[in-house]
């Protein structure tokens, strides 16, 4: 049954396919955006660990193997390769194996989707701030409201007046 509109009262020619495709494309636009937040919790989530973002910094510099990433960490090579697991998971590496030797890269392009979030954020605070400290300038001149016009502490502050 689809759902009555002004103009599917005026008649079925006129009808207006906005409310239609809004709601019918509504669920693929919620999972799109949905399993991109998942891609960046991932993302959150492999850049949690300090091991983790140890790798990230050294795989900024260039293609490493898992034995050189594992060289400055004190942990098993065992525990390296699940740290790289999890950061493959979530697309910030990319590994390539040649023979016995398994190759890390990094995938900017998923660190910059990171980025772009906190600049997002951070953009959004900056004009929260900015606005806060404009309404601070302009309420800074204003009278205490506390205070009556002669200067006594009025009876809102509990105290009695002068």
Known sequence: MR???????????????????????WPGILKYMLNQIGDLDR???????PGRRRMVERLSLGPASVSELARPMAM????????????????LVRSQKVGRI???TIDPRVLRSAEDWISERRTDWEHRLDRLGDYLAETAGAPDPSQDPHGNES????????
């Open 3 to 25: 759902p009555a509109t002004a103009s599917s009262q005026r008649g079925e020619g006129a009808q207006h396919l906005s409310i239609y495709l809004t709601i019918w494309a």
């Open 43 to 49: 993302v959150f989530h492999a850049l949690a660990d």
């Open 76 to 91: 098993s090579l065992a525990a390296v390769v699940q740290h790289v697991q999890v950061l493959e998971a979530s697309g």
């Open 102 to 104: 398994r190759t890390c």
């Open 155 to 162: 009876h809102q502050t509990g105290q009695e007046p002068k």
